[in-house]
């Protein structure tokens, strides 16, 4: 699971990074608004952490842009105001929900851990299926008819969004950002060398489906 935490005062931000990190999540930082809303918008979190008074932009304006670009990302609001406007306010602009600096650090991993359970998204469900390719969830199994293979983590990760966008093409840098994330060094080359080894395992299970190249741009999933 992946938390953007957007967060001005740097000491908080660091030790809400060290938290959540010791709790097995990937944390990336922010330290103003204007970062803060870039980042959301490339969709790879699972929950956002959002600070109210952020230079740049505050945290509603963060937040209302987010949600007009139709980004649905769980974001959970935290600020030294108590305020009961405040708030209203921010579940007014599709906060999901409000903490109050401060917080114990108990009381934010539960909120994290009901913020994404709830998140009703195609890739909680158990089995993905396209064409005739059947992706396992608990198990990282790929199967076709009576064949199956195991798929090493990053394999996985990079067939359940091939299979969640089906026909539509996933870019590189998408597949990048998704997989590896902001703070990895991996380059464009590490989604080709994967993507091959997806073709090899699809081959191997005889399946008609297949990952096209879409030059210079990136990859969609095609069945015949
Ligand atoms: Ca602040």
């Not at 803060?36 to 740049?56: E, R």
Request: charged residues 30%.
């Amino acid at each position: 699971m992946r938390v953007l935490i957007v967060e001005d005062e740097v000491r908080l931000a660091s030790t809400l990074q060290d938290l959540l990190e010791l709790n097995g999540y990937t944390a990336d930082v922010c330290h103003d608004g204007e970062a803060g809303l870039d980042n959301a918008l490339s969709a790879i979190y699972d929950v956002i952490l959002l600070d109210v008074m952020l230079p740049k932009l505050d945290g509603f304006t963060v937040l209302r842009r987010l949600r007009a670009e139709g980004n649905a990302t769980p974001v959970l609001m935290l600020t030294a105001r108590s305020e009961l406007s405040d708030r209203v306010e921010g579940l007014d602009c599709g906060a999901d929900y409000y903490l109050t600096k401060p917080f114990e650090p108990k009381e934010l991993l539960a909120c994290i851990r009901a913020l994404t359970r709830r998140q009703p998204e195609l890739r909680n469900t158990d089995v993905l299926e396209y064409g005739d390719l059947k992706l396992i969830k608990n198990s990282f199994t790929l199967s076709c008819g009576d064949r199956s293979l195991r798929l090493s983590r990053k394999e996985f990760d990079m067939m359940e969004l091939l299979m969640l966008n089906r026909e539509l093409v996933i870019t590189k840098e998408n597949l990048l950002l998704k997989i590896w994330g902001y703070e990895s060094d991996a380059e464009d080359n590490n989604v080709e060398v994967y993507v091959s080894f997806l073709r090899k395992k699809l081959e191997h299970l005889h399946s008609t489906v297949k990952i096209k190249t879409i030059r210079m741009v990136g990859y969609c999933l095609e069945k015949s």
